[in-house]
């Protein structure tokens, strides 16, 4: 779907696939191809098989398969296969590069975050499930952050453990909070002079219980009522991520200055 990142997703109860096409065997790169469940069945369309496309034409996602994906303001598409008239197999059994993602959630300096971790991978690697199992989990390890995913790559037949299985299922205020200050983290943003991350860790830490940090709130012009009910480190985040949508960082800094002068030292 565009970027570093591959899921595989389970057909819809309607029987259609979406699959990924791409000219160099990269599925990172591919485009999605919605497959009718009588093509794909005819078929018998597998992993690493060269196809030939004619007369497919593109429209929106549909709402099922556009939901499972958690970037939003993208127009989503997809080429649409529904006969056998617009599709041919021309060669099999190609090697395939995948990237296999998940998101991390880990605990480091009192503050939670989430880390975008993936990696790349060959469909012709032997045991490739297994080494990408013990690649996840040696990741979520080491430097004792104890780290644990909230999604699985394959939807299909999960890889490791996962709280959830797809990005449509991270829903509550909190984890689209994290996921939105994740992308922040990623650009390096600063708030007041401070790296995101730093607020991140520090605040929980001076604010440890939901009544304080709904009280930071309505100090600095939020309302309280858009916070959702959690603990201090993820009512943290949802505050952060609040003042990065309503232009409150300067406010946010300098009451946590005035309140904690030793916040920053």
């Known amino acids: 779907m565009g ?12 029987g259609k696939v979406l ?5 160099k065997c990269n599925a990172s790169t591919g485009i999605p191809v919605l497959c009718y469940p ?11 098989d060269c196809v030939v496309i004619r007369g497919a034409t593109w429209q929106p996602m549909d709402v099922q398969w556009a939901s499972k994906f958690h970037s939003t303001d993208i127009p989503r598409g997809y080429l649409v296969i529904d006969s056998l008239e617009k599709i041919s197999i021309a060669q099999q059994n190609f090697p395939i590069v995948y990237h ?7 605990e480091r300096n009192g503050g939670l975050f989430y880390d975008f971790v993936y990696v790349s991978a060959d469909s012709k690697v032997k045991d490739v499930d297994k080494k990408l199992k013990t690649y996840f989990d040696d990741y979520a390890q080491k430097d004792a952050r104890f780290g644990e995913y909230l999604i699985n790559p394959n939807v ?3 890889i490791f453990d996962s709280r959830f299985l797809s990005p449509s299922e991270l829903t509550t205020q909190t984890e689209k909070a994290k996921l939105s200050l994740l992308h922040e983290r990623v650009k390096g943003l600063y708030l007041g ?3 995101l991350e730093e607020l991140i860790s520090k605040i929980p830490n001076f604010y440890d219980s939901a009544a304080s940090i709904k009280t930071l709130a309505s100090n600095i012009g939020i309302n309280k009522s858009k916070l959702e ?6 009512m943290a985040s949802q505050l952060i991520d609040l003042c990065l949508k309503y232009n409150k960082q300067e406010e946010l800094v300098d009451r946590l200055s005035v309140e904690y002068n030793e916040i920053f030292n």
Do not use: R
């Open 19 to 23: 699959l990924s096409v791409s000219a």
């Open 193 to 195: 002079g401070h790296a």
């Open 156 to 158: 299909v037949s999960p």
């Open 100 to 106: 296999p993602f998940s998101l991390m959630e880990y």
């Open 38 to 48: 009588e093509v794909y069945e005819a078929l018998k369309v597998k992993q690493g």
């Open 229 to 234: 009910e959690s603990s201090a480190v993820n």
């Open 3 to 14: 970027g570093i990142g591959t899921l595989l997703l389970p057909p819809l109860a309607d």
